[in-house]
């Protein structure tokens, strides 16, 4: 289970200024190539002890500010972020041999973000972002089923549903976005934007070369 990187390479000249730009480039490029969904990501957490944990959401926002995904705030990754709000994302992309890796700080959308986005969602993720208490243990799938068919039935004959109020999104700031290309013989290409700090003057991103 192993194969040599052969598609590409990613050199400096390659990149945009700003590293939002150049992952819309990749995201595009993701998407015209017909990756099951391309704004998947993995998103990476810490609790109190430090103890990680991950999984994947569906990225449904970008802009300047960051990255923006849904969730319910009392769920594991809800309760972390709240709490620890530096975290890591990733996109990976196997088929055309790239990952994007961030690394930022997550903080919740306000009220209003999160209403026009929840009357975006279809009728039946409106019902279950109400009904499933995400991340908390239930009996059994009967249980679940029955809370949904409650909440179904509890918003009968209401026809636009409210928000939640433990539902919403968080926004990742970005401090640093790493974009990999596989090449041959594992010397793979990882280019990374840096937030620039005080030594490097406080302005705009510094780009580094990773070793592979």
Same mark, same amino acid.
């Given at each position: 289970?192993?194969?040599?990187?052969?598609? @590409?390479?990613? %050199? #400096?000249?390659?990149?945009?200024?700003?590293?939002?730009?150049?992952?819309?480039?990749?995201?595009?490029? +993701?998407?015209?190539?017909?990756?099951?969904?391309?704004?998947?990501?993995?998103?990476?957490?810490?609790?109190?002890?430090?103890?990680?944990? =991950?999984?994947?959401?569906?990225?449904?926002?970008?802009?300047?500010?960051?990255?923006? &995904?849904?969730?319910?705030?009392?769920?594991?990754?809800?309760?972390?972020?709240?709490?620890?709000?530096?975290?890591?994302?990733?996109?990976?992309?196997?088929?055309?041999?790239? $990952?994007? *890796?961030?690394? @930022?700080? %997550?903080?919740?959308?306000?009220?209003?973000?999160?209403?026009?986005?929840?009357?975006? /969602?279809? *009728?039946?993720? $409106?019902?279950?972002?109400?009904?499933?208490?995400?991340?908390?243990?239930? =009996?059994?799938?009967? #249980?679940?089923? =029955?809370?949904?068919? +409650?909440?179904?039935?509890?918003?009968?004959?209401? #026809?636009?549903?409210?928000?939640?109020?433990?539902?919403?999104?968080? /926004?990742? +700031?970005? #401090?640093?976005?790493? &974009?990999?290309?596989?090449?041959?013989?594992?010397?793979?290409?990882?280019?990374?934007?840096? /937030? =620039?700090?005080? /030594?490097?003057?406080?302005? @705009?991103?510094?780009?580094?070369?990773?070793?592979?």
């Amino acid at each position: 289970m192993r194969r040599d990187y052969a598609a @590409g390479g990613l %050199a #400096e000249a390659d990149l945009e200024p700003e590293p939002v730009p150049m992952f819309r480039r990749w995201l595009r490029e +993701a998407t015209d190539a017909g990756l099951h969904e391309p704004n998947a990501m993995v998103v990476a957490t810490a609790d109190a002890e430090g103890t990680p944990s =991950a999984r994947l959401v569906l990225l449904k926002g970008l802009d300047e500010r960051g990255f923006v &995904f849904f969730t319910n705030y009392r769920s594991r990754k809800g309760t972390e972020l709240s709490a620890h709000p530096a975290c890591a994302l990733l996109f990976p992309w196997h088929d055309l041999e790239r $990952q994007v *890796r961030v690394d @930022g700080r %997550a903080a919740p959308l306000g009220e209003e973000e999160n209403i026009a986005y929840f009357r975006s /969602r279809p *009728r039946a993720s $409106q019902i279950g972002a109400w009904a499933s208490p995400q991340s908390s243990v239930v =009996a059994s799938r009967e #249980e679940l089923d =029955a809370g949904y068919a +409650a909440t179904e039935e509890r918003f009968a004959e209401v #026809e636009e549903i409210p928000l939640p109020p433990s539902w919403g999104g968080f /926004r990742v +700031a970005p #401090e640093a976005v790493e &974009f990999w290309q596989g090449r041959r013989g594992r010397m793979h290409d990882r280019l990374r934007y840096r /937030r =620039a700090g005080a /030594r490097d003057g406080d302005a @705009g991103w510094v780009v580094e070369r990773l070793a592979p």
